[in-house]
């Protein structure tokens, strides 16, 4: 047994964790700042980054020195490549957050304005999306990853229908505008944070069985198999 | 050009101790294939059976079927003319060191009566160009001995002395584990353009060494063959977990 590259898998998987805690505490002020209009969550969300943006950059030299002097093989290769992915993501994450947070600054300057949509309906989605796919690196199992692909499907449709109806609203109540523009960028803001979370999956699902599934190249070979079966 | 082989339920024992279990194995012509394990695992006596230099040791005996190309290692051929097709380099440089390097190279021919002096000397260059080796002692051939080389120099001078027998196999065991990281490095690319010329074993305890330079990995545990396949799965997705950790350093 490797002690101490044991122990430097350990300490990697603990600040990815640290770091995953911290973007999707981002993303769930940010949204429940826009829910209350409520600015102090939103500064609390753009002190938040540069410790994101630094654990970032821990997480990738810690990363960094593992592959340099330990040479890691087969599926202690695959954790740290998935790891250092991950990173990235939750660090777009917590970008994403701040973009939210930014929009709600500007919303709280004007009327409040009742808009067709229910981004805090998609916020809970999408906090779930995250909070799943960190789930499934905790527990190594690529099952719950898995899951956590199938609900991007569902948050997609969440932002095509808020973009119909506020583009609707723009054009039917012109006075609310920039209401409505803030919401729909929000809406694509928290889609992006979705598209984080599948990535993230993705990467669980290759660290734990070796398999790339990114761009539904995964799916598409499963579906070939369950033809190649009936056949 | 080299052969493969096709190797089918070899067994191997010391005595009464069985060192081999039930070993199949394809290895592909012109490529270069790794056999890895734990010390003890019965690599290196497998690579030994290949070329029958395993029943020089006393008591020990094996069975099953080994075929270099269409040549039966086990049935109708003798020893002699097995090892004449495979080469083999092993752990330690071993020039002869009262031989100069010219007659190191030569030593194999001349020992089966090649006497034509135009022709061997066309052998003992093409074999040291083809180690690498010609440029470093081309004008020192006659005057130096073997080992007066270093570390580096003396292996590739065992590789030029294999390979002027024109063998179709050429067997490494360990070929680089005594020698610093700048000669391992020269090996590690002889052997890859040796591969358009030879099929190759390399037995190594340095699994980076076999990443780098096998196109095909094997699996050593106990005298079993846990796991044969491409290298890049063995070493980023094997399928048998007792091969994920030892190449991972679970054990071993």
Not at chain 1, 60 to 66: K, S
């Amino acid at each position: 047994m490797r002690t101490r590259f044991q122990q430097g898998l350990d300490e990697l998987r603990t600040r990815l964790l640290r770091m995953g805690g911290l973007a999707e505490q981002a993303v769930d002020r940010a949204c429940q700042a826009y829910i209350d209009r409520d600015l102090a969550r939103c500064h609390l969300v753009l002190e938040g980054e540069s410790v994101i943006n630094s654990t970032e950059r821990e997480i990738d030299e810690l990363a960094f020195d593992l592959l340099a002097m330990q040479q890691p093989m087969a599926v202690d290769l695959r954790f740290i490549l998935a790891v250092t992915k991950i990173n990235a993501d939750l660090e777009r994450v917590g970008d994403q957050a701040v973009n939210i947070a930014e929009r709600v600054m500007d919303m709280v300057e004007l009327p409040a304005a009742e808009l067709p949509v229910d981004i805090a309906r998609m916020a809970a989605a999408v906090s779930a999306m995250v909070r799943r796919s960190l789930e499934s690196f905790i527990e190594g199992k690529a099952e719950l990853a898995q899951a956590v692909l199938e609900m991007d499907n569902v948050i997609d449709r969440m932002r095509d229908e808020a973009f119909i109806l506020l583009v609707k609203t723009m054009n039917d109540r012109p006075p609310v505008t920039r209401q409505a523009l803030d919401a729909l960028l929000v809406a694509r803001n928290l889609e992006r944070v979705a598209d984080h979370a599948t990535n993230i999956a993705e990467d669980v699902i290759f660290w734990v069985r070796g398999a790339d599934v990114r761009h539904n190249v995964g799916q598409e070979l499963r579906s070939q198999e369950q033809v190649s079966e009936q056949r | 050009m080299g052969v493969g082989i096709q190797v089918d339920q070899l067994n191997a024992w010391f005595g009464k101790t069985q060192a081999l279990y039930d070993i199949n194995m394809k290895v592909e012509a012109n490529h270069a294939t790794a056999v890895i394990g734990p010390s003890g695992c019965g690599k290196s006596t497998f690579v030994r059976c290949l070329n029958r230099m395993h029943e020089t040791i006393p008591e020990a005996h094996a069975s099953g079927g080994v075929k270099i190309g269409d040549v039966d290692v086990y049935n109708g051929s003798s020893a002699v003319q097995i090892r004449r097709r495979i080469g083999m380099v092993f752990q330690k440089p071993n020039p002869f060191p009262t031989m100069s390097i010219y007659d190191n190279v030569a030593a194999g021919l001349k020992l089966n009566g090649f006497t034509d002096r135009k022709r061997l000397d066309e052998i003992v260059e093409r074999s040291l160009k083809l180690s690498a080796l010609w440029e470093e002692v081309k004008d020192t051939l006659r005057k130096k001995s073997g080992a007066s080389l270093s570390g580096g120099q003396q292996q590739r001078l065992c590789i030029a002395r294999a390979l002027a027998v024109e063998p179709q196999v050429l067997l490494m065991d360990e070929p680089c584990s005594a020698l610093d990281p700048i000669s391992t490095g020269k090996i590690e690319e002889l052997i890859f353009q040796l591969k358009e010329h030879f099929t190759i074993v390399i037995v190594t305890h340095n699994m980076q060494q076999a990443s780098r330079v096998a196109e095909f990995t094997g699996f050593f545990l106990l005298g079993k063959l846990i796991e044969f396949d491409k290298t890049e799965k063995i070493f980023t997705t094997p399928s048998d977990k007792r091969t994920e950790d030892y190449i991972t350093g679970r054990f071993g």
